[in-house]
């Protein structure tokens, strides 16, 4: 999507590559676009509509023959931009280790595998 | 644009991509970097948030071992890829995916991401790695943690929207990137003392099912266009599996995953004639060595299997889903209203498991009044894909951890840091990263994380910035901005820009690349077959095509990229035609076939075939390496573990 200044309207600007992702549709502020199936194999007629709040997206599919379903779903659990990159997890690992920042606490392990210590045959 | 600013970014580890791997690496280098006073530079072509393969959103986590319940082993799962990948991968690579993995699983539930639990708190399994998410802000999740962790830190910086080209090398060690803006009058220099490819696949190397409207509409998405394959190649690195594409099965034509169905819904699929290719031919399998029978069925048997019937005009394949909700809703057939109930609740776990991840099968669905707990739809094998996390294995040879190596393996797996190629300084992660299939979203987010803590110990042992030579940087610059200029000279020759005698646009080059691809190197067309002569007249079309390469032109910096993305593209068609040649048999029917050589051989090619193209010469080195393992083995000749394909 590109943002056109002389007429302040977004646009795509190359549909041919379209994945019909619809990040464009959830993201915009006036809910101003909408997606109509690929014209080569999709049926006329039909609708796909998104209205994405902060913890849930409400779903309205329209059929062709005027069938209408609402879904509702949760999309996260926790305040926008509130994810802390350790997760809680304590990290004491060094450098040269094989744990990753925060494990093994992130693994809900005492330690991470490795063959030296578990032993191939009963990993 | 003329004259460009050209902008040169100093960093300690620069980390290309911004999709699961990427968000991996940013997390994990910005601990290790603020420990060790380094700094971090991420680059990705799009916007962190919505970028990389699970832009859309993803129904359920593919890669979840369940190490600290004691579910499964590390073992048992290094055994399944083993077994998927017809014997061919890396175990200790896959090991150590397998013993992080469930820790990154662990971290996106900590940042927001609904898992699936049931009554007892535990997470509810689609199969049995497999856990089911409400998954339509993953990456919106992934991405924050990421970016809270790189900018948060104080450690970090991001460049979004900024497309790289290739590497910039000070002899045999990678010095960082060359890239543009897509959005500014700008080209980036990034010089680095380690560099971290994580730019995804390749799709539209292979003429898509849909060419019309719908050519947007791939399985992966069409903006992983090689990147990575062409990164590595370019800077020299060894590359490994790049023959072991992968052809997904998937609803036909709008792509809706059919993983719920098979695993969760326990759905059949069946022909023409109502018979279930799954039994009618099983007797096949036994044609494919060991791998013939392993539970679960590999899936590019599985495929393989389903292709017989449509060759044999046996086509559609539907997948029942009427008959699968049908029998999971019938314990309650007693009660009307429980059953009522049960099938609402079934109807919208079905309808949310596009919506979350391929919302043009919920299109589809409506647009042709498909209930799909009243009437069936048709499957179709998808055009291949290079997409090293999931069911193919194409990548960089990359060596392998230290403390996951036997006697046996040490000497040629592993020659140094982990998850760096065979170029000092370049490490990968994701799709870049080659035989070490099957880890999907999370495994590519831990890989990303072992990759990145690795090459932030590369940098803190070589503490120096590798040194760039100016001559160098500005023929590299000129090269990169070539396309514009061809467009310049040369449009007013004709009336329609797309059409001129001295240019090729990026469209019409990728429709060339397409082409060859799929008719010769074993495309739909071709019903995934090819051959030894084939293959030779691939190479010589695509040696026409890299001339002409050079007359690649672009109007505008978007153009532009669109011309580097298919650069990118022919490079992994190149490695893919070569190795493919090279590699003397069929070992995965329902990806390609050999027709000349149309069986398995595993006294000669039990073995990975790897390739190297030289920089300084241009010329292409063909080599196999032994296939070890680092798990004792049964000593019967099959590798098989009977496992259940599912377990709840």
């Not at chain 2, 009437?375 to 997409?387: L, R, T």
């Not at chain 2, 691809?517 to 002569?533: L, P």
């Amino acid at each position: 999507m590109l943002l056109d200044k002389d007429t302040q309207k977004a646009y795509n600007r190359d549909p041919s590559m379209c994945w019909e992702c619809y990040n464009c549709v959830k993201i915009c502020p006036t809910q101003a676009i909408q997606v109509r199936g690929y014209a080569d194999f999709v049926p006329l007629g039909a609708s796909v509509t998104p209205l994405r709040s902060t913890d849930a997206i409400m779903w309205t599919v329209k059929f062709r023959n005027g069938t209408l379903k609402r879904f509702k779903f949760p999309i996260r659990t926790t305040p926008e931009g509130s994810a802390v990159p350790d997760g809680g997890f304590k990290s004491d690992g060094d450098l040269s280790s094989s744990e990753l920042f925060t494990e093994p606490a992130s693994l809900g392990l005492p330690e991470v595998f490795s063959l030296s210590t578990r032993g191939g045959a009963h990993a | 644009m003329p004259n460009p600013e050209v902008v040169v970014v100093e960093t300690d580890l620069l980390i290309l991509g911004g999709g699961m791997a990427a968000c991996g690496a940013a997390v994990e280098a910005a601990h290790w970097a603020k420990q060790n006073g380094l700094r971090v530079t991420l680059v990705d072509k799009a916007a962190m948030d919505r970028s990389g393969a699970v832009a859309m959103g993803l129904s359920a986590i593919n890669q979840y071992v369940g190490l600290k319940d004691g579910a499964n082993s590390v073992k048992d799962y290094v055994d399944y890829v083993r077994n998927d990948l017809m014997g061919v991968t890396r175990e200790d690579l896959v090991a150590n995916i397998a013993r992080h993995v469930d820790s990154s699983v662990h971290l996106f539930e900590k940042w927001g991401l609904p898992i699936w639990k049931d009554a007892n708190g535990k997470y509810v399994h689609e199969g049995r790695w497999q856990l089911m998410i409400n998954g339509e802000s993953y990456k919106v999740v992934v991405a924050e943690a990421a970016k809270n962790a790189l900018l948060g830190s104080g450690v970090g910086q991001i460049f979004e929207r900024v497309f790289i080209v290739g590497p910039l090398m000070d002899g045999d060690r990678c010095a960082g990137a060359v890239g543009f803006s897509v959005r500014e009058n700008k080209v980036y220099i990034f010089r680095a003392k380690a560099t971290l490819a994580t730019m995804g696949g390749a799709v539209h190397v292979f003429k898509p099912r849909s060419s019309g409207e719908g050519m947007g509409r791939a399985w992966y998405p069409p903006w992983n266009s090689g990147s990575s394959a062409y990164f590595t190649l370019k800077a020299g690195a060894e590359m490994t599996c790049q023959e072991v594409r992968f052809i997904p099965v998937r609803f036909k034509d709008a792509y809706g995953p059919v993983g719920a169905w098979f695993l969760l819904f326990k759905s059949r699929a069946t022909n023409a004639m109502g018979g279930n290719y799954m039994e009618e031919r099983r007797p096949e399998l036994e044609k494919w060595g060991p791998y013939g029978r392993v539970k679960p069925v590999p899936a590019n048997l599985r495929n393989y299997l389903g292709m017989l019937d449509v060759l044999d005009g046996k086509g559609p394949i539907s997948m029942r889903t009427e008959e699968a909700l049908t029998k999971i809703a019938e314990q309650y057939k007693d009660d009307p209203k429980a059953y009522q109930k049960k099938i609402k609740e079934l109807e919208s776990e079905a309808w949310e498991d596009f919506l979350d991840m391929t919302i043009s099968q919920a299109i589809l669905w409506a647009a042709s009044d498909v209930q799909p707990e009243q009437k069936s739809s048709e499957i179709a094998a998808a055009e291949p894909y290079f997409i090293g996390s999931h069911s193919g294995a194409s990548g960089a040879w990359l060596s392998g951890p230290e403390d996951l190596q036997t006697a046996e393996t040490k000497s040629e797996y592993s020659w140094g840091y982990t998850n760096m190629s065979t170029v000092k300084g370049l490490f990968c992660a994701g799709d870049a990263s080659g035989a070490s299939s099957h880890k999907f979203s999370s495994g590519s987010h831990a890989e990303g994380r072992i990759a990145a803590k690795s090459a932030i110990k590369f940098v803190v042992d070589n503490n120096n910035l590798p040194a760039i030579q100016q001559e160098e940087v500005d023929k590299i610059v000129a090269e990169v901005l070539k396309p514009l200029e061809t467009f310049e000279q040369n449009r007013k020759l004709t009336t329609d820009e797309d059409v001129n005698p001295n240019y090729i646009k990026p469209r019409s080059f990728m429709f060339r690349l397409q082409k060859i691809m799929d008719e010769y190197a074993g495309g739909v067309t071709a019903q995934f077959s090819t051959n030894k002569a084939q293959l030779e007249r691939a190479l010589e079309l695509l040696a026409f095509l890299k001339e002409d390469s050079e007359k690649l032109a672009a109007a505008n910096t978007h153009e532009l990229m669109r011309c580097w993305e298919n650069v990118h593209r022919m490079w992994q068609a190149e490695a893919h035609v070569r190795t493919m040649l090279f590699r003397g048999e069929t070992r995965w029917p329902g990806y390609y076939m050999r027709s000349d050589t149309p069986q398995l051989d595993e006294e000669k090619w039990h073995v990975f075939a790897n390739c190297r193209c030289d920089p300084q010469t241009g010329k292409w080195e063909m080599l196999t390496r032994p296939i070890f393992h680092i798990f004792e083995q049964p000593k019967a000749e099959a590798p098989a573990t009977q496992q259940p394909a599912v377990t709840r």
